[in-house]
């Protein structure tokens, strides 16, 4: 009514908006388009009152603003999820795609963007890799996280929280030693205590075998 009868585009939109109004959104949406109205981000939401996701997403990739579209919605269809994943992805904003592999249900995929993106994201990595409890997702960030690449060595304490979040402490024992030398090297020995004891509690707690060498870096830092 707005439009018709005055031109008011605002009002009609934050009226369309305000009632959920399916029929006004659509009214609006072709309004825009005869008139050659480039408010697209009001375009793509008045598209998702109408339930027309499809559209809603092409128009957002096709001005630029997919980050305003996911914005608007918590994405769960694995559709959905998917095409908005390969949009950033063929952006090379990886942290985004392996966020909405992860939606899709796309673990082993998420897990190899969340590497790829670096160091930010590794925790991401590990909290899939940890949640599924699957070798095939814990194994991949295993050899990443092991291994250097490009000449440099990841920093050890990622794959120690690898090893404790899956309560492995045999394994983790090495990464808890070099990082607690590490932190005593560099005079942070409250830090270094306090890892070390964190890492012996729980080792104790499960009736796992303490190393007498992470006994003795305990007693050293103490």
Avoid: W
Avoid at 7 to 14: I, L, Q, T
Avoid at 60 to 65: D, E, G, R, S, T
Avoid at 169 to 188: M, S, T
């Amino acid at each position: 009514v707005s439009l018709e009868k005055c031109g008011d585009f605002g009002a009609a939109v934050e009226k369309a908006k305000s009632n959920n109004s399916i029929e006004g959104a659509k009214r609006i949406i072709g309004y825009c388009l005869k008139q050659g109205i480039s408010d697209y981000q009001t375009v793509v939401e008045l598209f998702l009152i109408t339930g027309q996701q499809t559209e809603a997403f092409s128009t957002a990739k096709q001005h630029n603003i997919v980050d305003f579209f996911v914005g608007l919605q918590d994405i769960t269809d694995p559709d959905l999820a998917t095409k908005v994943a390969q949009y950033f992805e063929g952006e090379k904003q990886l942290g985004k795609a392996a966020y909405f592999c992860k939606q899709a249900g796309q673990y082993y995929r998420a897990i190899s963007l969340y590497l790829e993106a670096g160091e930010n994201y590794y925790n991401d990595a590990i909290e899939i890799a940890v949640s599924t409890k699957e070798q095939s997702h814990i194994q991949p960030v295993i050899d990443y996280l092991s291994k250097e690449r490009d000449g440099e060595a990841k920093d050890p304490i990622y794959i120690c929280k690898l090893y404790l979040s899956l309560e492995k402490y045999n394994e983790a024992k090495e990464a808890v030693l070099f990082i607690a030398q590490r932190d005593q090297k560099n005079g942070e020995y409250q830090k270094a205590y306090d890892f070390v004891s964190k890492f012996i509690i729980a080792m104790e707690r499960r009736n796992t075998f303490v190393p007498n060498q992470l006994r003795s870096m305990f007693v050293f830092v103490h």
